[in-house]
C-alpha cells in the first residue's frame, strides 16, 4: 500500500501533478507512522528503506517548487531514525546503508544526521561508520584550484562528485563532534575559516545541543557583533533567546542593544514582549527610533501595539508611502472614523489604476464599492460617485475596469 502511493510512472515535470503525488506521498509518510506504532519495527525498517528510496527516485523527476515532495521524504528520514532506534539492525548494515544514501551519487538533495543514529550504531558501528567515512576521504581526488573551464566533462563531472563528497565529509565531522561532546572539535569543525558570521552561529548551536550554555551564549555573542549583516542580526536573534531560555536577567539589556543596532518593528517588537511590564520605560525611545522608517513605526503601531489611532497619526505625520501597509490602516481606522478613511481609500484607488492590470481592477472596483457604502447618507456622497464617474471617462479605453466596475455594481 504504502509503495503504490509513492511509486509512478506518471509525468512529474507538471507542477500541478507534482503537487498531487507530493500529497499522496503524505499519505504514505501517514500509514508508516501508523505502523511503526503496531508493527515489528524489524520488518517495517526495510519497507521504510524501500519507501525512501523510491520517493528519491520520484523526485529526480518532478517539479517540486513547492516543497511537497522533499517535505514528504524529509519526513520518511525522520521516521527512518525512529524505526532504527526500534529495530537495533545490525550496525554494520545501518552503516552501510547511511554511507550508500549519502555518498551513492543517486541524490544531493538530501542529508541524515548520525546524531539520530549514534545510539544504534554504538561504539562499534560509530567506529565503523568513521572508517568508511575515512575510506571516501582517501579515495577523493586532489582539490583543484580553479576550476577547469576547459576540461573533459568527465573531469569536471568527477570534480563536482568529489566536491559534494567533501561537503557531506565535513558536515559529518561537524555532527560527529557534537556526538562525541568535543568542545574543541566542535569550535573546529563549525567556525570553518571565521569569515562569516553563520559559521560562528552554527558553532553556538552545536555547542548548545551539547549543554555548554554559557560558551554557546558567548559564540552567539561573537557572531551577533560579527558585523551589521543579516547574519549577525539572525545570531543576535538567536543569543536573545538563549539568554531568555538561561539568562532570563540578561534578556531585556540584550533585546534593547539590538534593536538600537537593528532597528524594525521586528526587533521593536521583541524588545516589547521581553520588557513586560517594563515596556513603558523603552516605549518612547522605540517609537523615536522607528520614526526614522515610516513603515515600521506604522506596522509596529498597527500590528504589534495594536493601536490603530496611533498608527493613523503616524502614517500621516511621517508620509508613509507603502499602499499595502495603507490599506490595512485603512480598514484598522474604519471603526474609529468612517469618512476620515475616504482620502486614503481614494489614493489606493488611483494607485490601482496606474497600471493596466485584472487584480488592480478588481481592488479599484472593491474600494470604490467600499467608498460608496461609508459614504451614503452623507454629503460625501456625491463626491464618490463623481469620482467613479470620472474614473469610468478616463479609463473608457479599459474594458475589462469597466466590466469590474459593472460586477461591483458602480453607477
Known amino acids: 500500500m504504502v509503495l503504490g502511493l509513492i511509486r509512478t510512472r506518471a509525468d512529474l515535470h507538471r507542477w500541478g501533478a507534482a503537487n498531487a503525488h507530493g500529497r499522496q506521498m503524505h499519505e504514505a509518510v501517514a500509514q508508516l507512522r501508523e505502523a511503526a506504532e503496531a508493527m515489528d519495527p524489524a520488518t517495517l525498517l526495510p519497507l521504510t528503506e524501500k519507501a525512501i528510496a523510491s520517493a528519491v527516485r520520484v523526485i529526480l523527476r518532478a517539479d517540486d517548487s513547492s516543497g511537497i515532495i522533499g517535505d514528504a521524504i524529509r519526513d520518511m528520514l525522520e521516521l527512518h531514525a525512529k524505526v532504527v532506534a526500534k529495530a537495533r539492525p545490525p550496525a ?116 548548545a545541543e551539547i549543554g555548554e550554555v554559557d560558551l554557546a551564549i558567548d559564540w552567539a555573542r561573537q557572531a551577533a557583533d560579527f558585523d551589521g549583516g543579516h547574519q549577525s542580526l539572525s545570531a543576535a536573534q538567536y543569543w536573545c533567546e538563549l539568554l531568555a531560555k538561561h539568562r532570563p536577567d540578561a534578556e531585556i539589556a540584550t533585546r534593547l542593544e539590538v534593536f538600537r543596532r537593528w532597528p524594525s518593528s521586528s526587533t521593536a517588537q521583541q524588545l516589547r514582549r521581553a520588557a513586560d511590564q517594563a515596556w513603558p520605560d523603552h516605549r518612547d525611545e522605540v517609537l523615536d527610533t522607528l520614526a526614522r522608517s515610516p513603515y515600521d513605526a506604522v506596522v509596529f503601531a498597527l500590528h504589534h501595539l495594536e493601536d490603530p489611532e496611533l498608527a493613523w497619526t503616524l502614517a500621516h505625520d511621517l508620509k508613509l508611502t507603502d499602499a499595502r501597509t495603507w490599506s490595512d490602516l485603512a480598514d484598522a481606522y474604519e471603526p474609529v472614523d468612517p469618512l476620515g478613511t475616504l482620502p486614503v481609500l481614494r489614493k489606493l484607488v488611483l494607485t490601482d489604476l496606474r497600471d493596466a492590470d485584472a487584480r488592480a481592477y478588481k481592488n479599484a472596483a472593491r474600494r470604490l464599492g467600499r467608498m460608496r457604502a461609508l459614504a451614503v447618507g452623507t454629503d460625501q456622497a456625491a463626491e464618490v460617485d463623481e469620482l467613479i464617474k470620472a474614473l469610468r471617462e478616463e479609463h473608457r479605453r479599459r474594458p475589462r475596469l469597466q466590466r469590474e466596475f459593472d460586477q461591483a455594481g458602480l453607477p
Open 92 to 207: 554494520s548494515k545501518l552503516v552501510l546503508w547511511m554511507i550508500k544514501f549519502q555518498f551513492d551519487g543517486s541524490q544531493d538533495f538530501f542529508t541524515i544526521d548520525v546524531a539520530d543514529y549514534a545510539e544504534a550504531l554504538g561504539p562499534d558501528g560509530s567506529a565503523f561508520y568513521r572508517a568508511k567515512l575515512a575510506e571516501i576521504a582517501d579515495g577523493l581526488g586532489s582539490e583543484p584550484v580553479e576550476p577547469a573551464r576547459f576540461a573533459d566533462p568527465k573531469i569536471l563531472q568527477q570534480a563536482a562528485q568529489d566536491g559534494h563528497a567533501r561537503l557531506l565529509l565535513e558536515y559529518n565531522a561537524r555532527r560527529l563532534a557534537v556526538v562525541d561532546r568535543d568542545v574543541e572539535a566542535i569550535i573546529a569543525t563549525h567556525t570553518r575559516d571565521r569569515k562569516v558570521a553563520a559559521w560562528l552561529q552554527d558553532t553556538a548551536q552545536a555547542l
